[in-house]
């Protein structure tokens, strides 16, 4: 079990090895839910993205037409929630 001191601003700062436990990256967001007991279970927030918006990012107007490589890099930043 992990100790966190709340600063004076009511804020907590979560370590290195807990966001590495939870697959957080710097950018990325986290979901906390208050419990009925006190205590509060913090995840990783799903990323909230249609698979549309991928193909979306696909498209480039007045554009030449996207590379397999280069789609399956658009794709991979897609599922990232990157732009």
């Known amino acids: 079990m992990s100790t966190l001191t709340v600063t004076a601003k009511g804020q907590v700062t979560l370590r290195k090895d807990l966001l590495k436990h939870l ?19 913090i995840k990783a927030a799903c990323p909230t993205g249609r698979i549309s918006d991928v193909f979306n990012l696909l498209h480039r107007a ?15 930043r897609g599922w990232a929630g990157k732009r």
């Open 23 to 41: 697959g957080v990256h710097p950018g990325e967001k986290i979901a906390v839910n208050k419990l009925p007991d006190g205590r509060i279970e």
């Open 62 to 76: 007045n554009g030449p037409s996207l590379s397999i490589e280069e789609m399956n890099e658009v794709i991979a």
